[in-house]
């Protein structure tokens, strides 16, 4: 079990900080407005009305023994940066921050985020993914720049095997697995020919995958 503090319980903060405790973590969450905290006390760990601006009410909460720390304070660039940098004096790990703009990210990234997140943009990105690449079923964001994406075999592919579609060397990305209804196959046979109904789990850039959508 991981420990977290998540400060600012707009929408965001407090999905995150709700599911975080579904998974059996520990959940400090944080805000300035006593009703929102009222309203999410009972699906955390701790929930309490502070300004998080304050480095010293920080100290006095113990985040500073904490594992991860999550900002959702993005429509407030100031309070945001502060809350920041005071996390980052403090020495906690790692900080993930939400922003609003690129330049509200690149401000907070060197401060000492080490994740900076635009949600509504990300959400737009998968979105969009999902509706335009034909066959791709699910979307999954592991950085700016790199995904896995669940999608069923383009027509062209069916009777063929993984080994002769080079799809490494083609595409410069990698199935790391197979699926066929609940069944999971780690490592992939790549000397097998592909079944339709098989649902590739792919590894790779964003150019990449439109490669394979082209």
């Not at 059996?24 to 407005?33: F, M, R, Y």
């Not at 009222?38 to 929930?47: C, F, G, H, L, P």
């Not at 020495?91 to 690149?106: N, W």
């Amino acid at each position: 079990m991981k420990s977290y503090v998540v400060i600012g319980l707009g929408r965001f903060g407090s999905e995150i900080a709700v599911k975080l405790f579904a998974c059996g973590e520990e959940v400090l969450a944080i805000d300035l407005d006593e009703t929102i905290v009222d309203k999410i006390a009972d699906r955390v760990t701790r929930a309490v009305a502070a300004d998080a601006q304050d480095r010293d009410v920080l100290e006095k909460l113990g985040v500073k023994g904490f594992d991860r720390a999550i900002v959702a304070i993005g429509s407030d660039l100031a309070a945001s940066a502060m809350v920041t940098m005071n996390l980052k004096d403090m020495g906690v790990p790692y900080i993930l921050c939400k922003a609003q703009s690129d330049t509200h990210r690149e401000i907070l990234k060197k401060l000492g985020a080490d994740q900076v997140v635009i949600p509504e943009w990300e959400m737009a990105d998968k979105i969009a993914m999902g509706l335009s690449h034909t066959g791709v079923m699910e979307y999954i964001e592991l950085s700016s720049e790199i995904g896995i994406v669940e999608m069923l075999p383009p027509a062209r592919w069916v009777g063929k095997t993984i080994r002769n579609l080079e799809i490494r060397s083609r595409y410069g990305a990698n199935i790391i697995a197979l699926r066929r209804e609940d069944r999971i196959q780690i490592p992939v046979d790549i000397d097998t020919p592909l079944e339709g109904d098989c649902v590739l789990v792919v590894l790779g850039n964003y150019e990449s995958l439109e490669k394979m959508k082209d």
